[in-house]
């Protein structure tokens, strides 16, 4: 099968070709059809997450080089292990799926509790196995397969991670609302997917904030309120005055220093905000403002497979609106990645194998 791999941290991915796996046991092999280019690739693709004040969280160990990136996988059924049509008796070859990534290790307390997703001893595809930058992917257990049909195959691989993501994330944000509306920072792949489930989980007026002006236009035709600009001084303060006295909840999709404290900043006492991101950097407040402010600063990491099918629910049934998507060749996988590093994506690159 052929394959775009990690040959070595911090260089352009490379073209790589092994024999295609035959599924044993309970294995599928999916043939992939889409797999979305994430900003978490970047991160991987580096070796390393940024802590901030120089420090560095080191991501390159138990990943045997070359690797294959890749977690928002869709694909068709083309092999199944001997044990496989047992576990899921309607399974047949060439039906269409989107791959649940998160998998966990099956047997510590978080994975019988159905949080897989944050298993300490992780086989997520794409990030410790070998993932969908590749014409072919393996998958443990039919579980793992969630049923797309209605939905548009370019995206179907993407709500995985930027759909599950952006979906964990505000329903956490909704319990918070009571204090005031729903502030969403970022509006990259995961945040503008995050601002068509909060359309669809809120009646709240829901505003928008990023440093780019072709997103904030985009957020505001696919429902956002308003739109900031968090460079603008007077920002904070237009959102504040905007929401009638701060937001309940603030969710940040980039993740950084600067985006956790202005997301922060227009939350309303007994409000929340919500660290979805990943770009880096580290943050402080003083320590009085957390009991003066009942604020609550929580992080959200992807989410579960009983999450991912509420999630799938919802767009099957119509109530999100589809994010602008690009289809690019396996070839251009590490140009994908470079242009998303850059800034120079909106929405959500798709790679097609």
């Known amino acids: 099968m052929h394959r775009q791999s990690l040959v070595d941290y911090g260089k352009p991915l490379q073209d790589t070709e092994v024999p295609t796996p035959t599924p044993q046991g309970t294995e599928v092999l999916l043939r992939v059809s889409h797999c979305g280019v994430?900003?978490?690739?970047?991160?991987?693709?580096?070796?390393?997450?940024?802590?901030?004040?120089?420090?560095?969280?080191?991501?390159?160990?138990?990943?045997?080089?070359?690797?294959?990136?890749?977690?928002?996988?869709?694909?068709?059924?083309?092999?199944?292990?001997?044990?496989?049509?047992?576990a899921a008796p309607r399974l047949a070859k060439g039906q269409r799926y989107a791959a649940y990534p998160w998998i966990g290790c099956g047997k510590c307390g978080l994975c019988a509790r159905g949080d897989e997703h944050m298993c300490n001893a992780p086989r997520a595809l794409?990030?410790?196995?070998?993932?969908?930058?590749?014409?072919?992917?393996?998958?443990?257990?039919?579980?793992?397969?969630?049923?797309?049909?209605?939905?548009?195959?370019?995206?179907a691989g993407a709500l995985m991670c930027s759909g599950l993501t952006g979906y964990g994330a505000v329903k956490k944000a909704i319990p918070y609302l009571r204090a005031g509306p729903l502030l969403i920072v970022g509006l990259g792949g995961v945040g503008m997917m995050g601002l068509q489930f909060a359309r669809a989980l809120t009646d709240k007026p829901i505003y928008a904030a990023d440093l780019d002006k072709a997103k904030r236009e985009a957020a505001l035709k696919l429902g956002a309120a308003e739109a900031f600009d968090p460079?603008?001084?007077?920002?904070?303060?237009?959102?504040?005055?905007?929401?009638?006295?701060?937001?309940?909840?603030?969710?940040?999709?980039a993740g950084s220093d600067k985006s956790l404290?202005?997301?922060?900043?227009?939350?309303?006492?007994?409000?929340?905000?919500?660290?979805?991101?990943?770009?880096?950097?580290?943050?402080?407040?003083?320590?009085?403002?957390?009991?003066?402010?009942?604020?609550?600063?929580?992080?959200?990491?992807?989410?579960?497979?009983?999450?991912?099918?509420?999630?799938l629910d919802l767009v099957k049934a119509g109530k999100v609106a589809p994010i602008p998507v690009e289809l690019r060749p396996l070839a251009r996988t590490s140009n994908s990645l470079d242009d998303l590093r850059a800034g120079r994506i909106v929405g959500r690159v798709v790679i097609t194998p």
């Open 126 to 155: 794409g990030i410790t196995v070998d993932g969908g930058y590749a014409t072919h992917v393996l998958l443990p257990h039919p579980r793992y397969l969630l049923d797309v049909e209605g939905i548009a195959p370019e995206i």
């Open 231 to 253: 460079a603008d001084a007077g920002a904070r303060k237009a959102i504040v005055k905007a929401s009638g006295g701060g937001v309940g909840a603030a969710v940040d999709f």
């Open 261 to 311: 404290a202005f997301a922060q900043a227009p939350v309303a006492k007994g409000g929340a905000a919500i660290v979805v991101g990943l770009f880096g950097g580290s943050f402080t407040l003083p320590v009085p403002m957390f009991p003066l402010r009942a604020l609550t600063i929580m992080g959200s990491y992807v989410g579960s497979t009983s999450e991912a099918r509420e999630m």
């Open 38 to 86: 994430c900003h978490s690739d970047i991160h991987l693709q580096d070796g390393y997450f940024d802590l901030g004040g120089g420090q560095k969280l080191d991501v390159r160990s138990n990943r045997p080089l070359p690797f294959t990136l890749g977690h928002e996988i869709a694909g068709t059924v083309e092999a199944l292990g001997p044990d496989a049509q047992g």
